[in-house]
């Protein structure tokens, strides 16, 4: 098998080299490695350096949760002087599914003037932007559309159906996580969302929980492998066939060549 990780955060790894092995042990060949802000983007600039199996594509960028102008600009900075290391821009976002950010206008409008620079980065290098948009689809939606961007994925999409219909329709993608076997919005949205226009993806090190069961496990890239077998069993693919479709997707969205 040979899989790719499209959204991981491998600078927030605690056994990082144990966590790679196992991934190559998986059938992993790929990890895109998003950034959340300057120390992260400098990380993963490094591990890319320093790991050569799986193959490390770096995204950078400041996420919704560390929204600040500043170091926006310096992260910025760094993307322009590493631009032949830079794969995608993210994950960046907005993120109003906290009531003291959704009742906070100033923080909601830190967070738009942050997510809109690295929209504008991303149209002008002609790079993907992987985008978090929880709790603000619509208007995640509407800013990505109206800077200008090309390509985007909305990553771990568990938002409105009709706003995912609208992203899909503008040529957009969507990613499926590990949460897609017990998270009934996540299998609606990927039920809907065509193979042509889905990544999949861990986000480690997220710690998944089945709400009824109380089973969970702590994300490390190799779990690609599980989000690959319950989205095919949802589709009703043959894994194979799934995986050959989301392999491809991958490569053309991030423009990872063979």
């Given at each position: 098998?040979?899989?790719?990780d499209?959204?991981?955060?491998?600078?927030?790894l605690d056994?990082?080299d144990?966590d790679?092995?196992?991934?190559?042990q998986?059938g992993?060949?790929?990890v895109?490695?998003?950034?959340?802000?300057?120390d992260?983007?400098?990380?993963?600039?490094?591990?890319r350096?320093t790991?050569?199996?799986?193959?490390?594509y770096?995204?950078?960028?400041?996420h919704?949760?560390e929204a600040?102008?500043?170091?926006?600009q310096?992260?910025?900075?760094?993307i322009?002087e590493?631009?032949?290391?830079?794969?995608?821009?993210?994950?960046?976002?907005l993120d109003?599914?906290y009531?003291n950010?959704?009742?906070?206008e100033e923080?909601?409008?830190?967070?738009?003037?942050?997510?809109?620079?690295?929209?504008?980065?991303a149209?002008?290098?002609?790079v993907?932007?992987?985008?978090?948009?929880?709790g603000?689809?619509q208007?995640?939606?509407e800013?990505v559309?109206?800077v200008?961007?090309?390509?985007?994925?909305f990553?771990?999409?568990?938002?409105?159906?009709?706003?995912?219909d609208?992203?899909?329709?503008?040529?957009y993608?969507v990613?499926a996580?590990?949460?897609?076997?017990?998270?009934?919005?996540?299998?609606?949205?990927?039920?809907?969302a065509?193979i042509?226009?889905?990544?999949?993806?861990?986000d480690?090190?997220?710690?998944y929980?089945?709400?009824?069961?109380?089973?969970?496990f702590?994300a490390?890239?190799?779990?690609?492998?599980?989000t690959?077998?319950i989205?095919?069993q949802?589709?009703g693919?043959?894994e194979?066939?799934a995986?050959?479709?989301?392999?491809?997707?991958a490569?053309e969205?991030?423009?990872?060549?063979d």
């Open positions: 098998m040979n899989i790719i499209t959204h991981a955060h491998l600078d927030q056994h990082l144990e790679l092995h196992n991934a190559v998986a992993v060949v790929g895109v490695a998003v950034s959340i802000g300057l992260s983007c400098r990380r993963n600039l490094e591990i350096r790991r050569q199996h799986p193959l490390i770096v995204g950078m960028g400041v919704p949760s600040d102008k500043e170091e926006a310096e992260c910025l900075s760094l322009h590493n631009r032949d290391a830079l794969t995608a821009i993210g994950e960046i976002g109003f599914w009531k950010v959704r009742k906070n923080k909601k409008q830190e967070q738009r003037r942050v997510f809109r620079l690295f929209l504008e980065a149209r002008d290098l002609s993907p932007a992987v985008v978090h948009s929880r603000a689809w208007e995640c939606f800013t559309k109206d200008g961007v090309k390509k985007a994925v990553h771990w999409y568990s938002g409105p159906v009709d706003v995912l609208d992203l899909l329709a503008e040529g993608y990613s996580s590990p949460s897609l076997a017990y998270s009934p919005q996540s299998r609606a949205a990927m039920e809907r065509p042509e226009r889905t990544l999949i993806e861990t480690c090190p997220v710690y929980k089945d709400p009824q069961t109380g089973e969970g702590q490390q890239p190799r779990d690609v492998v599980r690959l077998k989205y095919a949802l589709k693919l043959e194979k066939d995986l050959e479709r989301l392999n491809r997707n490569k969205f991030f423009g990872i060549k």
